[in-house]
Each structure stands twice: as structure tokens, then as C-alpha cells.
């Protein structure tokens, strides 16, 4: 939940808000379940927001917002709730394996200290035994002590291995959770929590190297128009398309990620601004070449197109600046007529 919504629903506006989520669920015709209550909120709470702007993109195209919408919403825009989720359960399964491990410990160290005790007894009994009958007993009690101890020894370790394994699940099973809390359910990219720590990243590893990176933002052009053409099923189809072709041009070390709605963004660790150039009027290009179909009638689409902008970082500048700068080249591309590709410091040097 984004501090500023959190803020309000603590606020005097709290109740406000709620009526407000109720009544826009109503005239957009939803069920007021309480995962669409909760992305209402936020979208109310922060129209503006990566959320709040695409629920009004989907909620300004033609198709009805569906169960699977609300889902893809939220595990797209509300993964710290998922994900703490995630964390809580996890701790429980974590607690109920340390307290069996724990009580299995405390009953082998019990039945070493009872083994003890024999052996002490036994050896007492020893020196005070007179007949080799009453030696025969006192080997049959330690032979049973032993047998017994080294079932509780069995008895350990297979609980640790079962822990272990239980263990090495929950791992697992976390750090798919954790992938998933980071990637973009529609294309698969990152999503726009995973660029935001990239690029956090790139900033230290690039300072600490002393080596620059270029950071490139995509958009869809009339990617509007489109969706209200074909319905915002087709342009969910268009996303992961472009997705595609940016994804299979941007392997690592570049990390690519859906940013917003129709913008995407691709880090480029140690590239210059003309090998990115590059790159991008091949997506550019490849993009625009394809003539798409609909696939539920077969209708031509026809080819979209892609504007782009590039910025290079500065040495010590801040991630947002320099994402200022690619979104300033971005909408230079837009400006000059779309489907282009602009490199920041053309545009700065021209200024
Ligand atoms: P998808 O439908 O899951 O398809 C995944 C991949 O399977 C495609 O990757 C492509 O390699 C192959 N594929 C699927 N259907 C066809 C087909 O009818 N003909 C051919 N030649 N290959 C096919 P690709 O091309 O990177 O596309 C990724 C995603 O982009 C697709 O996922 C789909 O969601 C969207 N997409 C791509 N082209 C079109 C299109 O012409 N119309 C629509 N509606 N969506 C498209």
C-alpha cells in the first residue's frame, strides 16, 4: 500500500474514500469483493499512481473488468501484501519446524543423560557384582540402554532431514514468491518495482566501477486509439508482443521491465548511448515490420509502431534525473512524428 493512501484511509477523508470505492465499483458494474475493494481505494486514493493510471487505461477500454483483471492487478501493483503474506506463513511453517526440532533435541539430550546414569549405575554395579549371573544382567540393561539411544539417535536425524528438506522448500518456494513479486504478470518483464530497485543498483554499481550506463524508455504509440479500437484484450496481447521483442533484445547484463502502462524501460550496464541506439531501431524496427492480427477474428491489426528516448548517465547523477532525461528524449521522439528514436544528449547539445 503506497504511504499516501495509507495516510488517507487514517485521515478525515478515510470514510470518504471507502463511499467513493463502493459507488465507482457500482457504476463501473464490479462486485465489491474485497480484492476490487482494495485496488478501488488505491486507485481513488492515487489516480496517479502506476495503479491508479492503469485502471483508468482499463477501465476507459470497452471490455468489463473480469475476476482475472482484478487479479493480474493486484499481483502486478499490490505485491508487498502478497508478499508479506507470503512471509507470515512462511515464519509459521519456520516455527513449527524449529519447535519439533527443538523437542526432538530436548528428548535425545534427555535420554543421553539417562544413558549416563546407566553407565554410572552399571559401573557401580560392576565392581559390586559376584556372580556371572548378575553380570550377564547388567550387560542385557546396558545392551538395551544402547539399543535405545541409538533409536532416539535415528529418531533425530531423521527429523532434521525431514526439516532440512522442509527447509530447502520453503527457500525455494520464497524466492519464486519473491520473482514473482517483481515480475509483470501480462509480459513477463520486470515490473516497475523491480526497475525501480535496478536502477537504484546500476547508480551504486556505476559510481563504484566509475563506469557509465545508458538507460532507455520505450512507449506504444496510440496505444490509446488502439485499445479503444480492439478492446483492451488485443492490447494486452499487443504489451506482451512489443514485450517480446524488447525482452529477446535485452538480455543480460541489460534488464529490461514494463514501467507503466504501454512504457517500458531498458537498463544498459556499461553501453554507450550509440550501441543502445542501435539496439533500440532494431526493436523499433522490428516492431513496426509485423503486421499483427486479431486473434479471436482473425481482423488485421496492422503493424504498431515504437518511440523511444535514451539517456546516458552523468557521473553521481541521480537515477530519477536521468530518467527525467530519457522521458525529456522519449517525448522529443513523440513530438518529431513517433516511431523514432532519440538520444538524450543530441537533444541537450541542440538545446
Ligand atoms: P503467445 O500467443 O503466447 O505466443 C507465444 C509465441 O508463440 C509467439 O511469440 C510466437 O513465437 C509463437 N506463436 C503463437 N501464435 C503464433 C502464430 O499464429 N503464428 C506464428 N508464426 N507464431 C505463433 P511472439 O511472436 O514473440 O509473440 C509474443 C506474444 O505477442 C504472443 O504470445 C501474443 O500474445 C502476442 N502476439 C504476437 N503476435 C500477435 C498477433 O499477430 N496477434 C495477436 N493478437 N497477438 C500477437
Given amino acids: 500500500m503506497t504511504t499516501q493512501v495509507e495516510a488517507a484511509l487514517r485521515g478525515p477523508e478515510a470514510f470518504n474514500l471507502a463511499r467513493n470505492a463502493l459507488a465507482e465499483m457500482e457504476s463501473a458494474g464490479v462486485w465489491p469483493t474485497p480484492l476490487n475493494f482494495e485496488l478501488w481505494i488505491h486507485y481513488l486514493g492515487d489516480p496517479e499512481g502506476p495503479l491508479g493510471r492503469e485502471m483508468t487505461r482499463l477501465l476507459g477500454a470497452a471490455d468489463s473488468f473480469t475476476e482475472g483483471t482484478a487479479e493480474m492487478l493486484a499481483a502486478e501493483y499490490l505485491p508487498r501484501g502478497r508478499l508479506s503474506e507470503e512471509i507470515r506463513d512462511a515464519g509459521a511453517v519456520l516455527n513449527r519446524e524449529l519447535s519439533s526440532v527443538s523437542a526432538a533435541l530436548a528428548k535425545a539430550r534427555q535420554s543421553q543423560a539417562d544413558y549416563g546414569e546407566t553407565l554410572t549405575e552399571a559401573s557401580a554395579s560392576i565392581e559390586a557384582a559376584g556372580d556371572p549371573a548378575d553380570l550377564k544382567r547388567l550387560v542385557t540393561g546396558l545392551t538395551d540402554a544402547t539399543t535405545r539411544v541409538q533409536r532416539e539417535n535415528r529418531t533425530l536425524e531423521t527429523r532434521l532431514e525431514t526439516s532440512t528438506k522442509e527447509v530447502a522448500r520453503l527457500r525455494e518456494h520464497l524466492e519464486q514468491v519473491r520473482r514473482d513479486a517483481m515480475t509483470d504478470a501480462l509480459t513477463n518483464l520486470g515490473n516497475r518495482k523491480s526497475f ?92 513496426g515490420s509485423r503486421a499483427l492480427r486479431r486473434r479471436s477474428t482473425n481482423d488485421e491489426l496492422g503493424a504498431v509502431t515504437i518511440s523511444a528516448g535514451l539517456a546516458t548517465r ?19 521522439s513523440k513530438r518529431s512524428g513517433r516511431n523514432q528514436v532519440t538520444n538524450a544528449e543530441r537533444l541537450e547539445k541542440a538545446a
Avoid at 229 to 251: C, E, F, N
Avoid at 260 to 277: H, K, L, Y
Wanted: aromatic share 8%; with cysteine.
Fill in 196 to 287: 525501480d530497485e535496478a536502477l537504484l543498483a546500476a547508480c551504486v554499481e556505476s559510481d563504484k566501477t566509475k563506469k557509465p550506463f545508458t538507460l532507455a524508455v520505450l512507449d506504444i504509440d496510440h496505444f490509446k486509439r488502439f485499445n479503444d479500437t480492439w478492446g483492451h484484450q488485443t492490447g494486452d496481447q499487443v504489451l506482451r508482443y512489443v514485450a517480446s521483442v524488447i525482452g529477446r533484445v535485452s538480455k543480460a547484463p541489460r534488464i529490461a521491465a514494463r514501467y507503466g502502462g504501454e512504457e517500458f524501460a531498458v537498463i544498459c550496464p556499461g553501453e554507450s548511448a550509440a550501441t543502445v541506439e542501435t539496439a533500440l531501431n532494431a526493436i523499433r524496427e522490428e516492431i
Fill in 314 to 332: 552523468h557521473p553521481g547523477e541521480s537515477g530519477s534525473s536521468l530518467l527525467d532525461r530519457a522521458d525529456e528524449a522519449l517525448y522529443a
